[in-house]
């Protein structure tokens, strides 16, 4: 079997090797490539077990995933034609597309192996673009070593290289919370209904209010604190300037969605959650982001979930690239 590469935040990697040894035995094999690249060389799951184990939500450390076809030394590299060969002798037929996806252990983006394996590939009449493929082609490098992986992208968990989603900067933004939820509905593929009621629990400064309008909700922010008047301005905002408990004893709407970005840890912010049940419609789409920190952030987590699951069915659990010591949970209300 092909060994396996999975990407994860350089501070959660032992957190994603002890899911793994959980989820598939104790004699997993697991070796470190870098900071933030893992590979699984031994009694390991299949790349479709463990995706499947990710998207469920039993494994929430792993980003992104890969199946290795080759490494080499940085002085070592093929030429890009050699690298071409590689990765079309591992696939049945000779495809149209293929995504190629670069990343560094460094600031770069591996932009110079990016175009290595276009002009090869395209050389063989294959076109080649960054995501939105079928199949991708991974290619990380380090200061010592360069991976090439190769998976299909229902495999993946991410279209973004080694699951490190990149959003733009814009002037219009009020918080870099945004980018969090921005993400979510993108790598979960969330649709959100069609002029919705939504409540943002701990919404200031208003930037997931923000995305949320963006969608077509409208929305009641609830927070004592203040938010962006360029958000309140917009009359599909209502802010409640109370705390979500309070708010909770007076309010009687239904929502379509709910969302929770508060600070606090993993088990106060589900038990809020499970107080918005009665104020929700059945089915409701939840986003929650469960804080991590203390010395064991995935026993934390792990009983925040296990809190959620009094009312409400995980859809998906993962640390995103926007998250820091947290992870996003997307939940329904039954």
């Not at 002890?18 to 004699?27: H, K, L, N, Q």
């Amino acid at each position: 079997m092909l060994a396996l590469l999975f990407s994860v935040a350089t501070d959660s990697y032992d957190l994603a090797v002890r899911e793994i040894r959980d989820e598939f035995g104790p004699r997993v094999k697991v070796e470190r490539v870098s900071g933030d690249l893992g590979r699984i060389v031994a009694d390991g799951p299949s790349v479709e077990e463990l995706a499947a184990a990710c998207n469920d939500g039993r494994i929430v450390f792993v980003r992104h995933l890969t199946t290795e076809l080759a490494s080499f030394g940085v002085a070592e590299v093929p030429a890009g034609h050699e690298l071409a060969e590689l990765i079309l002798a591992e696939l049945p037929r000779h495809p149209q597309a293929l995504a190629v996806q670069t990343w560094t252990d460094g600031a770069s983006s591996g932009g110079s192996y990016y175009h290595l394996l276009e002009d090869a590939l395209g050389a063989r009449g294959i076109g080649v673009s960054r995501s939105g493929q079928e199949l991708v082609v991974s290619c990380f490098a380090s200061k010592k070593s360069v991976v090439i992986g190769l998976n299909r992208l229902e495999h993946s968990l991410s279209d973004w290289p080694g699951g490190r989603m990149r959003l733009a900067r814009a002037d219009e933004r009020v918080s870099r919370s945004e980018f969090k939820l921005e993400e979510a509905i993108q790598t979960f593929d969330l649709r959100l209904p069609d002029g919705g009621k939504a409540l943002d629990l701990g919404a200031s400064p208003g930037g997931w209010t923000r995305i949320l309008r963006q969608h077509g909700q409208e929305v009641w922010s609830v927070d004592p604190g203040e938010l962006d008047r360029r958000v309140t301005a917009d009359r599909g905002v209502h802010h409640v300037a109370t705390t979500a408990g309070e708010f909770f004893r007076r309010n009687q709407i239904r929502f379509d969605v709910v969302v929770n970005d508060m600070r606090m840890d993993q088990i106060l912010s589900a038990r809020v959650m499970l107080d918005a049940i009665p104020h929700l419609h059945r089915g409701a789409l939840a986003v929650i982001t469960l804080k991590g920190g203390g010395r064991n952030p995935l026993d934390a987590a792990r009983r925040g979930m296990d809190v959620l699951r009094k009312e409400y069915d995980i859809q998906a659990a993962r640390q995103l690239h926007h998250n820091r010591n947290e992870l996003t949970v997307i939940a329904r209300a039954r």
